[in-house]
């Protein structure tokens, strides 16, 4: 038998390598401290470069997103086998897929600490069996959990609502979100030069003085691109010098119908820039963010751009309620509504002082909400608590 760690051992858990970096300043905070972190994602590139960003230990298993009873079966075995090796006291696991099968691989070792994360509902635009198999699969992650994280107040009323979670098991970390906003050095407008918008427009070929509007996020059905492009194809004619700058990777799940994607990349107007790791540096190229999604955990991206002085419109749906003020910081919309969408767009576009002013303020409310050694130091003393409830030393 293996000898147990003399340190108090954590293994963060997300189906896919990008979603770990919503954790990484908690695994730095929880290293720093003290505890040994681990990390387990699907194989690939991007786990490959978060381990050497972070120098945290990595363990690759394959999982998939979708629902696949025999290749879930395989990876349950695969995550078992490592947590065997490692032996951690704590597995915080994200996302559906890698939460049910964190959850149920810990529970199967004994693992004294367990907690789920939901990061967002899938289940919220699902339909029929598909919508009852998701909130099943929710419910059992959260059943076999010891807390439950939640990225938001509205989101946690959902998750209530629906008998997902009881409230007592239920919990949000400080005022919102995963690992809070580095607003004081990497979202700074004032650390970036003004010359990084004027290179950022270039490299993707938009004139100096245009107006642009940006999306970040995946290119899917479901963040509500459909209304974008419909309301892209008004606001296009109405005003020549805008711009639109899209963000993120196109996926194959959730696909855009094939002639809204096409309508975009044709566009000369309209700038697909692939997925991005330089955040600031785009959100200083913008004047102002759209995410017209139909269902969201928190909205980072919204709450990111705030912080870089960008204002916002989203949807009022849960998530993005707490993460944009209507009137304040942004704009919400209805969802599904690309007449409202081009609406607030049109507002943005003809007054910069709006813009300026909810940018502005919307960078005060991240200052004072939105700080990362607040909700670290917060998930840290939960790590505490949760452990001597247990029985573990600490």
């Known amino acids: 038998m293996m000898q147990k760690h003399k340190k108090q051992c954590v293994l963060h858990v997300t189906t896919v390598p990008p979603s770990l970096r919503f954790a990484m300043g908690h695994m730095n905070y929880a290293r720093e401290h003290g505890m040994d972190v681990h990390a387990m994602s699907s194989p690939g590139e991007a786990l490959d470069a978060f381990a050497r960003e972070t120098q945290i230990e990595v363990h690759a298993v394959e999982m998939s997103r979708r629902i696949t009873p025999m290749r879930d079966l395989a990876s349950l075995g695969r995550i078992i086998r490592v947590i065997k090796n490692i032996r951690p006291t704590i597995v915080h696991a994200y996302t559906p897929k890698g939460g049910l099968l964190a959850m149920l691989a810990a529970r199967w070792c004994n693992v004294p600490v367990r907690i789920y994360h939901i990061l967002g509902l899938p289940m919220m635009t699902a339909r029929g069996m598909k919508r009852r198999l998701l909130r099943s699969t929710e419910r059992m992650s959260c059943r076999l959990a010891h807390q439950v994280y939640s990225m938001c107040d509205s989101l946690s009323e959902v998750v209530v609502g629906e008998g997902i979670c009881p409230a007592q098991k239920l919990k949000v970390l400080h005022r919102g979100g995963v690992d809070g906003i580095e607003a004081m050095d990497r979202f700074n407008p004032t650390r970036l030069p003004e010359e990084t918008s004027r290179l950022i427009r270039q490299r993707h070929n938009i004139p100096p003085d245009a107006t642009v509007a940006g999306y970040v996020g995946r290119i899917v059905r479901d963040k509500g691109l459909i209304e974008l492009s419909q309301a892209w194809r008004v606001l296009r004619e109405e005003f020549p010098s805008l711009h ?140 505490q608590r949760l452990l001597r409830e247990q029985g573990c030393s600490v």
């Open 244 to 383: 639109l700058l899209v963000a993120g990777p196109i996926e194959s799940e959730d696909p855009l119908p094939a002639d809204v994607l096409a309508s975009l990349q044709s566009d000369p107007r309209v700038h697909l820039a692939g997925p991005i790791r330089d955040m600031p540096s785009l959100y200083r190229a913008l004047d102002f963010l759209v995410l017209p999604t139909y269902r969201e955990g928190f909205g980072v991206v919204l709450v990111e751009a705030a912080a870089m002085e960008v204002p916002a419109i989203a949807t009022r749906i849960p998530g993005c309620v707490d993460a944009v003020r209507d009137g304040e910081t942004g704009v919400l919309v209805p969802p599904r509504d690309a007449g409202a969408l081009a609406s607030a767009m049109r507002a943005y576009v003809n007054d910069a002082s709006l813009r300026r002013r909810h940018g502005e303020q919307g960078r005060q409310r991240v200052l004072r909400d939105f700080d990362p050694d607040m909700m670290r130091a917060t998930l840290f003393q939960d790590y």
